[in-house]
């Protein structure tokens, strides 16, 4: 006997609506080499916490550790990527002690049965920039894991509702707060670098006004220096020597002879 499907199940447009509310994000200006990594997310915060997180992860961080340390000290680089990589490996502790527990409350219940989606798995190919990146891929993934086993869990009234729902919403945060902080990093040193340009600017400028002060100054001393000569004892004594003497104002008679 055929089976009878009862209900309509997804064909795909779940996943439809969810890449319709996201914008796309701009990669234009990345000209790093990226691997390209197939994964798939199954649960719905899995696939909404990819979407929207992923890119802006990346977009931060490709900042962070690309275009800043063009610009800005090494070792300032280096402490922002050290933090975001600790946060990330304690996400990932944090995650697998979840999975774990789960497991071993299924083993310890006799579940044998994880729950499943009845929408299709979200399936695409990620460029992935760099081991940060990928670190951050494998944090969602491990969400995506953790999800049904919380909800198979609760079907079985092994764990409550009301902790379900923390536990997921703890987990959603986390992973949340990583994207957002690497965005918020790569702002901070954005803003560093503005900075540096400005006072790169405005040492500029204070040269060329002292560039120009000193050739006024040029100009005012070889503006003294004229003046100077005009009023020299050599020029004296020629305008002397050019006045009329008392003895010409009276001519001596020229005797005849």
Do not use: C, W
């Not at 199954?42 to 962070?64: C, P």
Request: net charge negative; hydrophobic share 40%.
């Amino acid at each position: 006997m055929a089976d009878i499907d009862l209900v309509k199940h997804d064909q795909g447009g779940v996943n439809a609506r969810i890449l319709a509310k996201e914008s796309k994000a701009d990669f234009r200006r990345v000209e790093a080499a990226s691997l390209k990594i197939k994964t798939s997310f199954a649960s719905a915060e899995g696939k909404r916490l990819f979407i929207r997180y992923f890119s802006t992860f990346q977009l931060g961080n490709h900042f962070i550790s690309v275009i800043s340390r063009t610009r800005l000290d090494h070792e300032e680089v280096a402490k922002a990527e050290a933090a975001i990589r600790a946060q990330m490996d304690r996400i990932a502790e944090e995650l697998n002690r979840a999975i774990d527990g789960a497991e071993a409350l299924f083993q310890a219940n006799g579940i044998t049965r994880v729950a499943t989606y009845d929408t299709l798995p979200l399936e695409v190919e990620v460029g992935v920039l760099s081991s940060s990146s990928r670190r951050y891929l494998e944090i969602l993934n491990k969400l995506d894991r953790l999800m049904p086993l919380l909800q198979t869990l609760e079907i079985h009234e092994v764990i409550t509702t009301q902790a379900v729902d923390i536990e997921r919403a703890a987990f959603k945060r986390k992973v949340r707060d990583v994207a957002n902080g690497a965005r918020n990093v790569a702002t901070r040193l954005r803003r560093e670098m503005n900075a540096l340009d400005a006072r790169r600017a405005g040492g500029d400028a204070g040269a060329r006004l002292m560039e120009g002060g000193a050739s006024s100054a040029a100009a005012e001393a070889a503006a003294v220096e004229a003046l100077a000569a005009a009023s020299s004892p050599s020029e004296r004594t020629e305008d002397v020597g050019s006045q009329e003497r008392p003895e010409d104002s009276h001519p001596q008679a020229i005797a005849e002879p």
